[in-house]
């Protein structure tokens, strides 16, 4: 069975760019997680997509922005880029009401220059 | 706010000692706790999960204990082996679903 995937695996944009991260859950899991691993600043919860709702979100600003498909895949967006956006993103999966273990994916690294 | 604490940040053990990581965490209210595996620059991998009704959970030469009231977690790894070496994430999910990680403990096994 596939595993959490995500694409692409590296991406590099300038500041005040838009990014966008694509997520795809184990089949049968209906629960999206969005986490930013920042350099020094360990794992810090973004956002959690059920059943193409946003259910919960972290302290994030406004222009963190994401969607969950009705296939379940899911997308992060970042409007506006600064430099301290540069991180390891990682999306999760888990079965429905996130009441289970996460599966993460490998993670995008996102470097704004 | 939930808050998690891992102790130590890092350990440099020998193969074949056994190793010891603490997690502790202010707000005893919580779904779950997790323990995940994470090699450098890559995802993390679930190595334990230990409902809030639950006391302990074993797999292989891994057992983690959690003492809710105290708001606490110990993972034990046995006979640590180099392949071992590595950051260990502790993360406990709130009845909200949030998942709130520590720094994480790195490992060091020298063979």
């Known amino acids: 069975e596939a595993g959490v995937t995500q694409s692409p695996t590296h991406l590099i944009k300038t500041r005040g760019q838009q990014a966008t991260l694509r997520c795809s859950p184990i089949?049968?899991?209906?629960?999206v997680y969005w986490y930013q691993q920042a350099l020094g600043l360990g794992l810090q919860f973004l956002l959690w997509?059920?059943?193409?709702?946003?259910?919960n979100r972290g302290n994030f600003p406004p222009r963190f922005s994401g969607r969950q498909f009705p296939n379940y895949s899911s997308e992060l967006n970042v409007n506006a880029l600064e430099l301290e956006d540069s991180a390891l993103y990682l999306c999760a999966s888990s079965i429905p009401l996130g009441q289970e273990t996460q599966y993460f994916g490998p993670g995008t690294r996102l470097l704004v220059l | 706010k939930q808050e998690v604490t891992q102790i130590p940040a890092a350990l440099s053990v020998p193969e074949g000692e056994n190793l010891v990581l603490n997690c502790s965490f202010t707000?005893?209210?919580?779904?779950?706790l997790q323990w995940f595996r994470q090699d450098p620059g890559k995802g993390l991998t679930s190595l334990l999960l230990i409902q809030s009704s639950q006391r302990e959970q074993t797999s292989g030469r891994l057992n983690a204990s959690l003492d809710k009231s105290s708001g606490r977690s110990t993972l034990y790894i046995a006979a640590s082996q180099p392949g071992d070496s590595a950051t260990y994430l502790c993360?406990?999910?709130?009845?909200?679903?949030?998942?709130?990680f520590g720094a994480g403990t790195t490992v060091t096994v020298r063979a």
């Open positions: 997509y059920d059943e193409g709702e946003e259910r």
């Open positions: 089949s049968g899991h209906t629960s």
């Open positions: 993360a406990v999910k709130s009845n909200d679903y949030k998942l709130s």
């Open positions: 707000d005893s209210a919580i779904y779950n």
